[in-house]
């Protein structure tokens, strides 16, 4: 088996750049501007991850309050059905 420098992949990095991980010695020349660039995209795409987390959540509790309204709602029909007097 051959030694192999293995780079991170997208699923274990979460980032959107797909570019393969560089040496350590190439990294040292690369151009501080893309990787200044590269960094500033993985800034942006955890920013918009965890905004999309909150919008769901915000979504969940909308839908939980919306249920808990619709519950209150049976409930009370349930009491007024219990409150009306039946016919004997």
Same mark, same amino acid.
């Given at each position: ?5 293995? &780079?991170?992949?997208?699923? @274990? %990095?979460? @980032?959107?750049?797909?570019?393969? *991980?560089? +040496?350590? &010695? ?7 501007? #893309?990787?200044?660039?590269? +960094? !500033? ?16 959540? &915000?979504?969940? #509790?909308? @839908?939980?309050?919306?249920? *808990?309204?619709? !519950?209150?709602?049976? *409930?009370?029909?349930? !009491?007024?059905? %219990? ?6």
């Amino acid at each position: 088996m051959q030694d192999q420098a293995v &780079g991170q992949s997208f699923s @274990e %990095t979460n @980032e959107p750049d797909s570019t393969p *991980v560089l +040496a350590e &010695g190439a990294r040292e020349q690369e151009d501080p501007i #893309v990787r200044l660039d590269r +960094a !500033l995209q993985r800034i942006s795409f955890a920013l918009d991850k965890k905004k999309q987390s909150q919008e769901r959540q &915000g979504l969940e #509790v909308q @839908e939980l309050a919306a249920n *808990v309204d619709a !519950l209150i709602s049976r *409930v009370r029909d349930a !009491l007024a059905q %219990t409150d009306t007097p039946e016919d004997k």
